[in-house]
């Protein structure tokens, strides 16, 4: 996904780490560490602006996220205003049920 879609566009990509339960909320924050959300609406900040996450069966570890972990990386995502491109095609291949992210928050477009 970086090599061919990220790099050309000369963006850059910061690794997160992830485990079994998937991408990793504290590294997520670690990452975000050299930022304050307040850079989220500072014109010409540096600030990560997306974060891409694979929900559901990682590739290649399986790894899914838990509920809990959801609820706390989307609150992350609004803390600094990041927009999270989720790609989850294994979202069907799935054995056990589990709760979408878009079926576990609302967004509000307003404010
Ligand atoms: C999570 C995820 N997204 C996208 C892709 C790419 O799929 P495709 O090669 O069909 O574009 C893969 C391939 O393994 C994947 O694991």
Known sequence: MYSIQ?????????????DIDGLNP?????????????DATR???DIPKVLYLVPNGG????AGLTLDRKKEIYKIAQDYNLIIM???????????KVISLKSC??????S
Do not use: C, H, M
């Open 26 to 38: 504290a590294s997520l924050r670690q990452a975000l560490s050299p930022w304050s959300p307040s």
């Open 105 to 110: 928050f609302t967004i509000n477009l307003i």
């Open 59 to 62: 590739n290649p570890t399986g």
């Open 43 to 45: 014109p010409g900040s």
């Open 6 to 18: 990220v790099k050309p566009l000369t963006s850059k990509a910061i690794p997160v780490e992830s």
């Open 86 to 96: 989720e790609d989850d095609p294994y979202f069907y291949l799935q054995f056990t």
